[in-house]
């Protein structure tokens, strides 16, 4: 009985999280078109967010793209198809892994950040005194790093995949002697306009969860060091497991207008 | 007393009442400050002291009562209200609440940026920041951050930062809490002078005797969510009331 009691409380306190955050997006919404707009906060955020997170984007996708072309081309060698690995390769980095994983590295990158700086503030009151100083501290903390990562994330993907792509050539020509030329002749020819933009409206929502989870769970921590933590903590799980929704939300709604 | 009582007081607040679940923190508090005076109200931690403060600012929503401050009703107040109001209302917090992401410079910006407007003659941000600054003996550290400061600093930056906009009424949390007496003198001193100096109406929260001594022209005594016993410090330590008498012998 009381796990059963465990159980329903855990998925209604779940549920009403979904409520208060749904309101939160919602109060969002209803800021990030009303004046002041506070555009010297969001061009720190967009150089905070982008510019900290390239080393680590540029690594992951460098990595990602050597080592997805090592694993695959034994496999394509048995049956002789090669020959495909730069449009294989181009394919599932642009569309899905590269989106996916870059997003993932952003989630623990910048959602946690977000999460524990807007924690510790509430938790010191700097946001109660922003709040009392006459200042709206949502449009000034929450709507500029929501905004920030909603334009950030989309060109670091981009970014991260051009440099998948970089370390995909690299492995080819070392190991296949195809040079960077042919090979991204292959990737350009493989390439459609459908691949690119469904992927780059999915990074553009990877990017608002980002910041709006985040900024949720840093805007409500609760009192202490252990609730900026939690704060901080919670913010990537929310956001790992968002991501995949809408991922697959993304795939799906794809399928339906550009027949993948 | 007795005279102030046809004067009309610049912060007034009628049974406050305020709860958290089960937990009744406000029973009914009320409370008068008047211009050019400095309340102190005194209670045991968790008495409610800040829960009332932060009802004071509109940071929390009482149950029910009514919080009138320069004539104007708080809760029913909307929210761009309630901001040009707040400029005329300066808070000391209890941890300071300085930006640590800021400077000190930055810090004391920041009321100014929507509320230029509020200062009577204003010169230039430069100007404000830098007069607010010498007013706590500061000056000096503009350009820095504020975990660069003691805590004696950041809680006299705070000062600044509360005064910047030139409010009519201070309330302070908690001034001289985890300061050595030494600071905690200096910062008592220095919010004597500010009094001084603009005239403000100051509501100060504190369990520090001293600070109430030297600075209160009256009391209130909280004690479980009501106004216990209210007077001025030599009527309130004089008193044979056993609460009463347990601050005072601390």
Redesign the interface.
Known sequence: MNNENAILSNTKSFFAEIGDMTFFAGRFFREVFSP?FEFKELVRQCYNMGNRSLLLVSVTGFILGLVFTLQSRPTLMQFGAQSWMASMVSLSIVREIGPVIIALICAGRIGSGIGA?LGS?RV???I?????????PFKYLVVTRVVATTLMLPLLIIMGDAIALLGSAIVENLKGDVSFLLYFNQVFDALQFSDLLPATVKSVFFGFAIGLVGCYKGYNCAKGTVGVGEASNSAVVYISMLLFIIDFIAVFVTDIFFDI | MTSKKNIKPVLELKNLKKSFGDNHVLKGFNLKLFEGENLVIMGKSGSGKSVMV?CL???IQPDSGSIRIKDQDIITMG?TEL??L??E?G?L???S?????MTVRENLE??L???KDKIENFQSTEFSVKEALENVGLAHTIDLMPAELSGGMQRRVAMA?ALI?KPKIIMYDEPTTGLDPITAKEIIQLMRTIQKKYNTSSLIITHDVDCARVISNRMILLVDGINYAEGTFEELSNSKDEQVQAFFKS
């Open positions: 002041p700086e503030m010191t009151e700097q109660d005194a922003m709040e009392v100083s006459g200042t709206n | 932060k600012v509109g940071l929210q901001d040009l707040r400029t209302i808070f917090f209890q941890g609440a300085l930006y640590d992401s920041f009321p940026r929507r509320h930062r906009l």
